[in-house]
């Protein structure tokens, strides 16, 4: 619920306040006279471009994309999105990272999006597999549980 409500609030500013603002900005821009060599004007169209491009892509995701609820998730000895893992590298450091929806990425809390290289990599696998990760290395999954209440009240609220 939260990213959901996050990309929806992106797509709120952006038709509601950053689209506006380019459009005075090309006013501006085309009032100053000759567009050949007006690298204001080039500078809001660029701009312009942009925000269409970024609007229709939030459109299309929130038009694709489902809130879920972690809680009723069943592991069933598979990493599955709405897991934690504890993987261990062969120099016997052991890392947990939870797996999550697309956009709740955050490598600074171990929050990974199931839609990244690792995330790819690691689902459908089980406990005890060895797993090639992006950049070469290579972990054994040691664990896979459920996420933590904490980390899904977390996620379900849409602050």
Do not use: C
């Amino acid at each position: 619920a939260r990213s959901h409500k996050k990309l929806a609030d992106e797509l709120e500013h952006l038709v509601n306040v950053l689209v506006p603002e380019n459009r005075e900005a090309l006013k501006t821009a085309r009032a100053h006279g000759d567009l050949r060599e007006n690298s204001e004007y080039d500078a809001a169209k660029e701009r312009r471009n942009f925000l269409s491009r970024r609007r229709a892509e939030l459109e299309r995701d929130l038009a694709r994309t489902q809130t879920m609820s972690f809680r009723n998730i069943k592991i069933d000895g598979k990493v599955v999105t709405g897991s934690t893992i504890e993987l261990e590298y062969a120099d016997g450091k052991v890392e947990k990272m939870h797996l999550l929806g697309a956009w709740d990425g955050d490598p600074d809390r171990n929050y990974l999006a199931y839609r990244t290289r690792l995330g790819a990599a690691l689902l459908g696998h089980t406990t005890g597999d060895k797993v090639e990760l992006p950049g070469g290395r290579t972990a054994r999954i040691k664990s896979i549980s459920p996420l933590d209440e904490k980390i899904i009240e977390e996620l379900e609220s849409e602050n």
